[in-house]
Structures are given as structure tokens and as C-alpha cells.
């Protein structure tokens, strides 16, 4: 038995796993599973101590310990997490946010793992990639990659709320979970659109733009693959914050990991900056007390408005019990026939969260406390789930805006 004394050990480890995989498929003789990475978020550490200061901090060994699954400390920010006698994989605290499971059991283990961790916690939630902020990356990749490097996206449009009252779909019916990378293309008029490209850099954005003026669901960006930085292969993003390494480098696996989460809780914080609100009571000048604000709402527009029975569904089947993948609990209170407000709870944390809805537009109003992670996770479900093409604004800034100045470095980020 491997005695897994030190990160260094585990991480050489892992990078003669990734080559000797990566030669696997090339000679199209894989014997191992692919090494697959899972990124969780847990909270604002700021506002953490703010509202929690005499509870002691959660770890991330509690977090991730189940019956099955146990989290072994190799140093202050390293584990190794075993099930049974067996080790499947390593964890990695990469900052007080955000930590990466790397996974070398099968997928239909580590995927059931890691969906059921998010789902059973109040604390965890995934990186949550739309294709607002895949569009982002991949603006920078064309910028940086080689133009004869291939880059391989995914697109998926899963419109199931519109059939809920014509088939009663169940929530247990619904693929809400992470995707299993051997799966083959779905092409369904009635179901899911879906299709992938793999062209050169070169070529693909042109290609994009093209055909998203005819296909709209190729707005909804379910898999990107970055190109490696160190040789050959890349590696697979998914839009809930898995990414399989196709790579023969893991050192370069986990460098573009950490460097997408950097980006991503960069523009996460900037948004909470921007669209807490703050409620304070000011003075009339008849000295009555009333209430004021101060934040930035998110607003969602669509391309189009969405049909009566599809607002309808979407109201019935995500409020009343904070279901997958909304996770946004709270009671419908109908204002006219075509306009809800919901005072609810986020399930990730189990903040306040306030909605204003139509089939025009949603706007949320996010308190202080609530995770910025509910902006990413709302626009990445809306465009998977109810409409590709949305127009996202924090503030009166867009949404592509604020993704934008980070990923290429500006971080200037002003919504006064």
C-alpha cells in the first residue's frame, strides 16, 4: 500500500497517471479511467466571520465525508480521499473558496459522488460555467492558442419546462447531474439540442457567430475544451464545474483549473460588490422611518418572451421545492397573470434571495450574504433550461462585460 507522505508525491503521481492515460487513448487502448476534476465553492470567508464569528469554520474533510467516502490529511490543504481501503482520489484546498477533487475512479462513481455532495449540503455549490462566460474564455483562447489548434465545444439546449404539463416529466426524469464524457451526440427535435464542434481555433468563432443567427441553442454552452499549454490534448470544462483532463500533462491540468477559478471568483466578488443590497432606514421629513436600498439588481432579459405555459411551468416547478438545479426555495406570490414576485431562500447558504418575474425579463435582488455563485448558477441554467439567448445585466453593465475586463485582465469594474 502507497503511503501518500507529502503533495509533491501526489502530484507527481498524478502527472505519470495523466501521460500514461493520455498514451492509453492515443493507441486506442485505455485501461485506466480518464483523471477527472470536480470544483466545489463554499462561501464569502468575509462575510462568513461577519454573520457566523463564534462558529467555528467548516473544513472541507467535513464537508466532503460521507458513509462511503473519507478525506485523509496529507498537509494543511491536501487530502486523500479513500472509499473503503481504496483511494479514488486527492483534494486540494486551493484558496478559503474554492477546492478541486481529483478523481481517479470511474465516472458513474465520482459523478454520483460529487452531485450528491451539492445536492445534500448547504454549504457547497459547483462552478457554474454559462455560455455567457464560456464565450468569455474562449475570446482569450483565440487570442492566445496557435491558429491550428483545435478547440472542441459542446452546445446543449434541454427545453424539458415547456413539456412538463404536456409529458409530466419528473424531477428524477431530468439530467441535471454531470455528464458522462463517453456519451455520444443527442439530436432530438422534441428533447434535447444538442451537437459538437472540434475546428481550429482559427475558424471556430467565425463559425459560432454564423450559426447562432439560425440556431439560437448554440448560445448554451455545455462543454469547452481547453487546448493543454504543455503538450498535447486539453482539457474538458463542463458547465457544472467538472473537467476531465484529455491532457498528458496534470501539472497543466491543474494550472488551468486554478487559474479559471481565480478569474471566476474574481468576477463573482466584483458582482457582490456591485449588486448586495443593503437595507437601511432614513428619516422622512415628517421624521416617519422608511426603507431604503443600496445594490444592483441582475437582470435577465429574453430574446423573446417566454410563452405563458412555459413561465407557468417554470414558476410551479422550481419555488416550491427549491429543486436541481435553481436550488431557490420560496413562496409565488402572483401579482397579475403575468408577473411573480418570490421572496425565497437560496439553498446554497440558505440566504434571502428576492425575484421579480415576467415572461419579459426576471430581476434579482441579491441581500448581503447571499453568494455571488447564484448570478453564475441562474444564467448557466436559464440558458440550458428555458432560453439560450438572454441578455444578462449587473446593473446597467453587462453581465459579458464584467467576465470580460477579468478574464483579460482589467479589473476595473465600476456600476455607480
Known sequence: MTKWTSREMVLEYLDNYSSEVKDQIDSSRTKQTLLKSYVFETYNEEIWNEKYSEQPKLSISKLLATREY????????????????????????????????????????????????????????????????????????????????????????????????????????????????????????????????????????????????????????????????????????????????????????????????????????????????????????????????KGSPITIKFDHPLKDQVFINFINYVFDKGREPFRIMGKPIWVSSSRVHVYGVDLHLWQKIMLDLSPDQFTVFIPRGTCGNTVHRLVTNIQRFLDPRINVYIGNIKYQDVIEKVIEGDDEFDNK
Open 70 to 293: 473519507t478525506p485523509l490529511q496529507i498537509d494543511e490543504q491536501f487530502y486523500r480521499l479513500t472509499r473503503g481501503n481504496q483511494t479514488v482520489g486527492f483534494v486540494e484546498e486551493i484558496n478559503n473558496r474554492f477546492s478541486i477533487m481529483y478523481s481517479i475512479d470511474k465516472a458513474s462513481n465520482s459523478d454520483k459522488y460529487a452531485n450528491n455532495l451539492v445536492k445534500q449540503s448547504t454549504i457547497l455549490d459547483s462552478l457554474w460555467l454559462s455560455g455567457i462566460m464560456f464565450d468569455g474564455f474562449l475570446e482569450k483562447m483565440l487570442q492566445e492558442q496557435h491558429p491550428r489548434r483545435y478547440i472542441k465545444m459542446k452546445f446543449e439546449f434541454d427545453p424539458f419546462i415547456s413539456r412538463l404539463h404536456l409529458n409530466k416529466v419528473s424531477a428524477q426524469a431530468i439530467d441535471i447531474g454531470f455528464e458522462n464524457e463517453e456519451e455520444d451526440l443527442i439530436i432530438d427535435d422534441n428533447r434535447i439540442s444538442s451537437t459538437t464542434l472540434f475546428e481550429k481555433v482559427a475558424e471556430i468563432g467565425q463559425k459560432i457567430s454564423g450559426v447562432r443567427e439560425l440556431l439560437p441553442f448554440f448560445h448554451s454552452v455545455g462543454l469547452m475544451r481547453f487546448p493543454s499549454r504543455a503538450g498535447r490534448g486539453g482539457h474538458d470544462f463542463y458547465q457544472n464545474g467538472k473537467v476531465t483532463n484529455r491532457s498528458e500533462n496534470f501539472l497543466d491540468h491543474r494550472y488551468q483549473i486554478i487559474d479559471t477559478v481565480n478569474k471566476y471568483q474574481k468576477i463573482t466578488e466584483d458582482i457582490e460588490a456591485s449588486t448586495w443590497v443593503n437595507f437601511e432606514k432614513i428619516s422622512s421629513a415628517d421624521k416617519v422611518n422608511s426603507l431604503a436600498f
